[in-house]
């Protein structure tokens, strides 16, 4: 080769170097396993979702969310859960205007927020009401489920491939753009597919496809799951295909017995394969993580009184099965046993993020907990526009607690390395909630005061607000041999040996203080009065805070 062709050959390196660079540094939002947690990766670094939820109708109008934009960044959010809408996207078919959705991703980059899209398609609450007009005038091309007498109900049929395939291809519209105007600046780090399926009235389509596949056997499919992982299959579907006898052939109602519980399994898989390809579609133009939420059970309802067949934990192997490009399944929590459902959710590896919870006082050491004892991906309370108050001043104080022990958490997720502490009932509590990390055994007792004043914040303690109903809970990090980080309010900690007859466990030191850009910025040393002379770590209730403890052991 010539001095020429050296020096171009160079010049092309030299050039086309940056650009390699940039394509990896675009690697778009993926979930990535650490021990048994899945985090959420965004720009290469692992990212907890502060987020809220909109109301349904919210970001329907650029100029309606103008106002919104500022309260949201105000409240410690990093990310908008936020709807789009097939009717709007696609008002005739095959011509679809994203001018909405354009400004909804300008507005959220200039308040330095992420943004999950909620795709309200053929599902939302179960019903099909965000479907484009074209869609619902043309109900023989786009059936719908029938009830017992034959009637249409307002849900599409999960049976239908025009019905699948019209929502798949408006799909794959929106997650092309969405590559196109943000592959680069990722404000947008994964995608809800639908909303809240679900069954109801009844526990299953009674039109004559639903029927007929009803009727016939159970998809090879699935049941080559259920062989496969039958030692771990979710309780309830174990049971009920246990006592049926264990078939690995035959009709629904042959495999897994006559009812209501039946005719959900059924309609789950439908549901899930539908769903999955929906997403499937999406994932073919831009490959980010993608989830479906459910609407939970009210205790003693039976399929078809309650949203049925939806992404439930009962049903998690089910959706699995027929699902495989749905990333995972999220719980939307408006019942108080937040601890039990949170739990169920946890499911076979199956990772948390919670996408809607009540809006409430409660928020914020639901958020500490979740991502303290679940390893969540993230927490979202909803129709966060409408936070004032109490709410709004004690989520911004607790999600200012999670933005500053990211980095630790998310270091320590997976690992057996953090716990999340929140009262298990709204009784008084009688005993101290036990607990185990790093080698010891913690004795949590909650302060909840039936009025709590505002205390005078600590420097690194985040002021909460004054209520008649003040919130405990928190976090613990085991950061090393012996040392804790504790992360809340309202916590009484004693610790104690794990084992007994080993020595007396006693606080070597507790300091207050806060992380900035995840580095410790220490603030009061609390080795008299605060710690009770060696006795316990408190956080009082009234402000979050943060303390680095050391332990030590004599007999």
Not at 117 to 134: D, E, G, H, I, R
Not at 256 to 273: K, N, Q, S
Not at 374 to 390: K, L, R, V, W, Y
């Amino acid at each position: 080769m010539g001095a020429g062709g050296l020096s171009l050959a160079v010049l092309l390196l030299f050039c086309c170097a940056p650009t390699v660079r940039a394509r990896r540094q675009a690697e778009p939002p993926h979930l990535r396993r650490q021990g048994t947690a899945t985090q959420l990766v965004v720009g290469g670094r692992p990212f907890l979702v502060r987020g809220g939820e909109l109301g349904n109708s919210s970001s329907s109008s650029l100029e309606y969310m103008r106002p919104v934009w500022p309260k949201l960044a105000a409240l410690k959010l990093n990310t908008v859960v936020i709807p789009v809408y097939w009717e709007l996207v696609e008002p005739a078919e095959g011509k679809f205007d994203f001018e909405l959705v354009d400004g909804l991703l300008a507005a959220a980059r200039q308040h330095g927020l992420k943004l999950v899209p909620l795709w309200f398609a053929t599902w939302k609450n179960s019903m099909s009401t965000y479907v484009p007009a074209w869609v619902k005038r043309d109900q023989k091309r786009f059936p719908r489920s029938q009830d017992r007498e034959g009637r249409g109900i307002e849900i599409l049929s999960a049976f239908s491939k025009e019905n699948v395939e019209a929502d798949a291809r408006a799909f794959a519209a929106l997650m092309r753009h969405l590559r196109e105007v943000d592959g680069r600046e990722q404000t947008v780090i994964m995608v809800q597919v639908e909303n809240e399926i679900g069954m109801i009235p009844d526990s299953r389509d009674r039109s004559p496809v639903a029927e007929k596949l009803f009727g016939g056997p159970v998809p090879s499919e699935l049941l080559s799951y259920l062989e496969k992982n039958k030692e771990t299959l979710t309780p309830e579907l174990r049971a009920a295909w246990g006592a049926a006898g264990w078939k690995t052939r035959g009709s629904w109602e042959e495999v897994f017995g006559r009812g209501p519980a039946t005719d959900e399994l059924f309609m789950a898989w439908h549901f899930a394969r539908f769903t999955d390809r929906v997403a499937a579609a999406g994932k073919a133009e831009y490959k980010l993580p993608m989830y479906v939420n459910a609407a939970l059970i009210r205790p003693g309802y039976q399929p078809g009184q309650y949203p049925s067949a939806g992404p439930l934990p009962h049903l998690l192997d089910v959706w699995r099965a027929g699902a495989p490009q749905i990333d995972f399944l999220s719980p939307d929590i408006y019942f108080p046993n937040f601890i039990e459902w949170a739990g169920k959710y946890r499911r076979s590896g199956n990772p948390l993020f919670i996408p809607e919870v009540q809006l409430g006082q409660l928020n914020a050491v639901q958020a500490l907990y979740a991502f303290g004892q679940h390893d969540a991906i993230g927490f979202s309370p909803f129709q966060i526009e409408s936070a004032t108050g109490p709410a709004a001043e004690l989520l911004t104080a607790g999600y200012d607690l999670v933005e500053q022990l990211t980095p630790l958490i998310a270091e320590h997720q997976g690992k057996g390395e953090t716990v999340g502490l929140l009262p298990e009932t709204n009784e008084p509590q009688r005993v101290p909630q036990r607990v185990r990390l790093g080698g010891y055994a913690l004795n949590v007792t909650y302060e909840r005061p039936s009025a709590a004043p505002i205390a005078q914040a600590n420097p690194g303690a985040a002021p909460a607000a004054q209520t008649g109903d003040a919130p405990a809970g928190g976090i613990v990090i085991s950061t090393g041999p012996d040392e804790f980080v504790v992360a809340g309010t309202g916590l009484v900690i004693v610790f104690e040996a794990d084992s007994p007859g080993d020595p007396t466990v006693g606080i070597l030191s507790a300091q207050e203080g806060k992380y900035v850009d995840g580095r410790w910025q220490p603030g009061r040393w609390l080795n008299g009065d605060q710690t009770h002379q060696g006795r316990h770590v408190r956080l009082p209730s009234g402000r979050f805070d943060i303390q680095r403890v050391k332990l030590y052991r004599y007999r």
